[in-house]
């Protein structure tokens, strides 16, 4: 058995749900890594922030809009991003106390950093809501995932979001190496 699972069942995602507590006690442990990639359970902190990078390219960080940032973890991806779009305004939610406890500390201006569950948000309205490296290890499905965010979404708002999949073809490929923690 697995006390982690809800129900201990697969979901319609083909992916399990996990109780809040279970990862909010299994980020307790990886929060008192020294690295802060590891605090957030990253295969590296270049993998970290080239997504974070990628995230930059693709959205315009520099105009004005409500951005929510689900699972923000120590904060990294809003440090990040502000560090280039200091006027960047937002809401970055985690369930963990001890990793908020980590980005507050950071100079991160117009980012309110509340422990919150996605799935209780409904108070807001966002231009741009994302989410990495979260879904494979949450409390709720990719498709709760998606309804609720459409739910939060201004009319032209946008979702950047990644997880890994499971079902993955290419790493049967014989030439292809795929990060040790896939």
């Given at each position: 058995?697995?006390?982690?699972?809800?129900?201990?069942?697969?979901?319609?995602?083909?992916?399990?749900?996990?109780?809040?507590?279970?990862?909010?006690?299994?980020?307790n442990?990886?929060a008192?890594?020294?690295?802060?990639?590891?605090?957030?359970?990253?295969?590296?902190?270049?993998?970290?922030?080239?997504?974070?990078?990628?995230?930059?390219?693709?959205?315009?960080?520099?105009?004005?809009?409500?951005?929510?940032?689900?699972?923000?973890?120590?904060?990294?991806?809003?440090?990040?991003?502000?560090?280039?779009?200091?006027?960047?305004?937002?809401?970055?939610?985690?369930?963990?106390?001890t990793?908020?406890?980590?980005?507050?500390?950071?100079?991160?201006?117009?980012?309110?950093?509340?422990?919150?569950?996605?799935?209780?948000?409904?108070?807001?309205?966002?231009?741009l809501?994302?989410?990495?490296?979260?879904?494979?290890?949450?409390?709720?499905?990719?498709?709760?995932?998606?309804?609720?965010?459409?739910?939060?979404?201004?009319?032209?708002?946008?979702?950047?979001?990644?997880?890994?999949?499971?079902?993955?073809?290419?790493?049967?490929?014989?030439?292809?190496?795929?990060?040790?923690?896939?």
């Amino acid at each position: 058995t697995c006390p982690g699972f809800v129900d201990l069942a697969w979901n319609r995602d083909v992916r399990m749900i996990y109780k809040k507590e279970y990862i909010i006690e299994e980020y307790n442990s990886s929060a008192k890594s020294l690295e802060e990639h590891q605090k957030v359970k990253w295969g590296s902190r270049e993998s970290m922030m080239n997504r974070f990078s990628l995230a930059m390219e693709r959205f315009d960080f520099g105009k004005p809009m409500e951005w929510l940032d689900v699972g923000c973890g120590t904060g990294a991806f809003q440090e990040s991003a502000q560090g280039k779009f200091p006027t960047l305004r937002g809401l970055a939610i985690d369930l963990n106390p001890t990793l908020l406890g980590y980005a507050r500390k950071k100079n991160n201006q117009n980012i309110d950093f509340k422990e919150r569950d996605f799935l209780e948000l409904k108070d807001r309205q966002f231009d741009l809501i994302t989410c990495f490296g979260v879904l494979q290890k949450s409390n709720f499905s990719l498709e709760q995932f998606f309804v609720h965010a459409r739910r939060l979404l201004k009319a032209e708002g946008c979702v950047l979001a990644d997880t890994k999949h499971l079902d993955w073809n290419k790493f049967l490929e014989p030439n292809f190496t795929p990060e040790p923690i896939h």
